[in-house]
């Protein structure tokens, strides 16, 4: 199952940088549960190409931050999501260690929970200056509503059900996951890890931030880069489908 770069969602300054024979230091690669990216056969093809193309590529599992989708989706509390996510994230831990092993790349690569990036000081600062920013950016607001809106068109956990049609706080807990997501990637951002793999389309409003299209934003992103890529199948189809996101 060869990997493609998908070059029409790949942008940044230090993408000739990963694609140089030279791997890159900064990357860091979101694993999403509940989706393809848990399948073992995809990780088995995917971790190795990532690890031969980046430096000490830090691996981040979204279990926390999904937690969020699980209160949403399942009526769940927040105690008995993170449970449940933690227990899903733990087996996909397993399975990209068995991966590491089997590459000889256990030392190489750090895989950890979102938990890990976010509940630091720096996470957490991080996390409060982008709440507070989102209170008064009427601009920023409404491209995160943009954003739910794609997610619950684009799941079937909700039956589809569109963002007028679910309860303010439903909508509260999906624009909290968007803002912990973003926060996470800035968090990472700010220890280096500049470069972020990701098997489909580049979320647009990462993008806005990259290009300081939000006045005021509290912190610099302009070196933020995304390698968009898709391990395709022998079937010829692609475990990484660009979904409908220009909007």
Request: glycine content about 4%; charged content about 25%; overall charge negative.
């Amino acid at each position: 199952m060869p990997i493609e770069i998908n070059h029409s969602e790949t942008r940044g300054p230090n993408v000739d940088n990963f694609l140089s024979p030279q791997p890159t230091p900064s990357c860091f690669i979101p694993i999403c549960l509940y989706s393809f990216m848990e399948n073992k056969p995809f990780l088995w093809e995917y971790i190795p190409w990532v690890i031969s193309n980046c430096e000490k590529p830090r691996i981040i599992i979204g279990d926390y931050m999904e937690r969020h989708n699980l209160m949403v989706f399942e009526d769940l509390t927040e105690d008995k999501s993170e449970v449940k996510t933690g227990r899903r994230g733990q087996k996909i831990v397993n399975n990209i260690k068995a991966v590491l092993k089997d590459y000889n790349a256990i030392g190489n690569v750090r895989v950890e929970s979102s938990r890990h990036v976010i509940e630091t000081s720096e996470g957490q600062k991080i996390l409060s200056a982008i709440r507070d920013f989102a209170s008064k950016n009427q601009c920023f607001n409404e491209d995160m509503e943009q954003q739910i809106a794609l997610m619950l068109d684009s799941t079937t956990r909700l039956s589809h059900k569109s963002f007028e049609n679910i309860t303010d706080v439903k909508k509260n807990r999906l624009r909290e996951y968007i803002i912990e997501e973003i926060a996470v990637f800035l968090a990472l951002y700010q220890k280096g890890f500049m470069t972020e793999i990701y098997p489909g389309r580049d979320m647009k409003i990462l993008q806005k931030i990259a290009s300081a299209r939000y006045k005021g934003f509290p912190y610099n992103f302009s070196d933020r880069t995304q390698i968009s890529v898709a391990v395709l199948l022998d079937s010829g189809k692609s475990y990484a489908q660009l979904d409908d996101n220009d909007s």
